[in-house]
Nanobody, 124 residues
Framework: QVQFVASGGGSVQPGGSLRLSCAAS????????VGWFRQAPGKEREGVSC????????YYDDSVKGRFTISKDNAKDTVYLQMNTLKPEDTAVYYC?????????????????WGKGALVTISS
């Protein structure tokens, strides 16, 4: 059974940090590019960051560059998103996603597997 389970969401003050994790089971992240998307209340889902299957290429949306870091542990079939210097506008439900095609994942045109969302709330 394929599962892609996100964890690590929560509530922090502006300037704080959180780390999201997403563990895959039923498929191997060796073969997949993985990424994080988010959806804020009343807004469309947007891409945040992606990493390719071999973890040697990354993509970041301009809004998170320099603050967020994506990483991948293929041995653990887990992808991480380290989020620093969080801002209120980072508040959203964050979803992990996996696709065998890096370009499809980066432009959000196709996703093989979606994880369940993790709520991140940034508020003072």
């Amino acid at each position: 059974q394929v599962q892609f389970v996100a964890s690590g969401g929560g509530s922090v003050q502006p300037g704080g940090s959180l780390r999201l994790s997403c563990a895959a089971s039923g498929f191997s992240l060796d073969d997949y590019a993985v990424g994080w998307f988010r959806q804020a209340p009343g807004k469309e889902r947007e891409g945040v960051s992606c990493i390719n299957h071999s973890a040697d290429s990354t993509y970041y949306d301009d809004s998170v560059k320099g603050r967020f870091t994506i990483s991948k542990d293929n041995a653990k079939d887990t992808v991480y998103l380290q989020m620093n210097t969080l801002k209120p506008e980072d508040t959203a439900v964050y979803y992990c996603a996996a696709d065998q095609n890096w370009f499809e994942l980066v432009n959000g045109s196709r996703v093989d597997y979606w994880g369940k969302g993790a709520l991140v709330t940034i508020s003072s």
